[in-house]
């Protein structure tokens, strides 16, 4: 067993950026990434997961050396499968190849390989060096750690509020409270998340499309998950449009599934005032392989979710506008930069996006 070194931290970090790009779309699998490098430091091949979740990123970059691996190491951001789903094991195909040297950013959580793959690779005489807690490979596979860990998705909060705390204006469904820039940076969270989640009242109001338009992305289609109590939903919602592409769920309460099924897809949870439970929502989502949910939800929801402890980052945009007295307020605390201090949140990154402002809070 070796340690990391200098090297293998940029190598790996490396890695991670190259598979940055393409969370949002391997469905249920870790979006991975690999690069074999040879012992006078060339790039011999890379890869990560592709499309759907197959082939894995392991079995693609050393497919690119051909023969050429003897003496290099693999850098892989995650610990190789070790199960066979419809593809072989990647630890297999790892063990075959002739390296002699892996580097893993982290072990894999899931029980199916949970170490065993490294005592594999040691077993054969290969070195095996494993990170702990590094920074870029928790962010990369957050998704896929919590759901495996926690058994629920990450769940990251985006919230636009105006200047004077709004959110919206009443009875004049979406009101535009961020400019270009910010609306840009918002469609490239869609597309790096797995489903994005937002309240019935929202869906309501608003009837928002909740896709990705940005060049080169528009097959980006996260799920789009409605968290329905007893108020009736619109036939005729945007969301509900079949021809999309793009599949919505409904999530509600055991005893009204029935009454949505005509909509949209249902699943049914345990609820409380006829309303869905958010912990059984996520919990259900997680169960059909989500990872990463982005909420575009409004104040009733957000506040929901922070009370519940299920909130993991957090997204406040800070528009330059007002919307006035007829505006719904962002939350029914006065202050939610202050809320989120409380909460055991801190600020990770602030930066201004055109016009606007982004703070990025994370739980501790």
């Known amino acids: 067993m070796s340690d990391l070194t200098p090297a293998d931290l940029r190598w790996l970090e490396a890695a991670v950026r190259i598979a940055m790009p393409f969370r949002g779309t391997t469905a249920e699998n870790p979006t991975v990434g690999a690069i074999v490098v040879s012992p ?21 970059a050393l497919a690119i050396t051909g023969n050429g691996t003897n003496g290099a190491t693999l850098y892989v951001t995650l610990e190789p499968c070790n199960h066979w789903g419809q593809t072989p094991p990647c630890v297999d195909t790892v063990l075959t190849s002739g390296v002699k040297r892996v580097v893993c950013g982290a072990s894999d959580p899931d029980p199916r390989t949970a170490g065993q793959s490294i005592a594999k690779l040691r077993a054969a005489g290969i070195d095996v060096a494993v990170g ?54 918002t469609h490239m969270q869609r597309a790096m998340s797995d489903a994005i989640v937002l309240g019935a009242e929202t869906a309501r109001l608003d009837n928002p499309r909740l896709d990705v338009r940005l060049p080169g992305l528009a097959l980006r289609r996260p799920v789009r998950v409605i968290l329905a109590g007893r108020k009736s939903l619109p036939p005729d919602l945007t969301l509900f449009n079949r021809q999309s592409g793009q599949s919505t769920v409904i999530i509600t309460e055991n005893d009204r599934a029935e009454s949505l099924s005509e909509l949209s897809n249902v699943v049914a949870v345990s609820g409380e005032s006829g309303r869905p439970h958010p912990a059984a929502a996520l919990v259900a989502l997680a169960k059909r392989g989500i990872g990463r949910v982005l909420v575009e939800g409004g104040a009733a929801l957000t506040d929901t979710l922070l009370d519940a402890g299920l ?39 602030t930066r201004s996006l055109g016009c606007d402002m982004l703070t990025t809070f994370e739980k501790v």
Request: net charge neutral.
């Open 40 to 60: 006078d430091g060339r790039v011999l091949g890379r890869g990560v997961t592709a499309a759907g979740g197959r082939p894995h990123a392991e079995p693609q």
């Open 311 to 349: 909130v993991d980052r957090f997204h406040l945009l800070l528009g330059v506008g007002t919307v006035g007295t007829d505006g719904v307020p962002a939350t029914v605390h006065p202050d939610m930069t202050q809320r989120l201090l409380e909460l055991g949140f801190v600020p990770v990154e």
């Open 132 to 185: 702990q807690g590094l920074g870029a490979i928790e962010r990369l596979h957050e998704g896929f750690f919590s759901r495996i860990r926690h058994g629920r998705p990450f769940v990251t909060v985006k919230l636009a509020v105006s200047s004077d705390g709004m959110i919206g204006r009443r009875d004049d469904g979406n009101v535009a409270i961020t400019g270009d820039e910010a609306r840009r940076w």
